[in-house]
Nanobody
Framework: QVQLVESGGGLVQAGGSLRLSCAAS????????LGWFRQAPGNEREFVAA????????QYVDSVKGRFTISRDNAKNTVYLQMNSLEPEDAAVYYC???????????????WGRGTQVTVSS
């Protein structure tokens, strides 16, 4: 069992930056692939980024490549999403998730946080 709690969301102007954090409980944090997803009103929850157990492999959706960076600190049981050059289209509730596979499909993730709101003003 893994419990995930996101933080770091807020209101930022277009072009600005935010860093999201997701703290996990449990001793098995390093055994999970971690992902970030987002959901805007009226839209389905979409994949943003994922990171392998060791942190050596990452995956991103095309729309955030070069702007967002996912990282993890297994000693702190925390995964991060650094978001730079934010655009109004990035506004959404951001969720972190844990699962066994480095996949973009949300169905492969077993554990989810409750989300943190990111608002980007133009």
């Amino acid at each position: 069992q893994v419990q995930l709690v996101e933080s770091g969301g807020g209101l930022v102007q277009a072009g600005g930056s935010l860093r999201l954090s997701c703290a996990a409980s449990g001793r098995t944090f390093s055994s999970y692939v971690l992902g970030w997803f987002r959901q805007a009103p009226g839209n389905e929850r979409e994949f943003v980024a994922a990171i392998s157990r060791s942190g050596g492999v990452t995956q991103y959706v095309d729309s955030v490549k070069g702007r967002f960076t996912i990282s993890r600190d297994n000693a702190k049981n925390t995964v991060y999403l650094q978001m730079n050059s934010l655009e109004p289209e990035d506004a959404a509730v951001y969720y972190c998730a844990a699962g066994p596979f480095l996949e973009s499909a949300r169905e492969t993730y077993n554990y989810w946080g409750r989300g943190t709101q990111v608002t980007v003003s133009s």
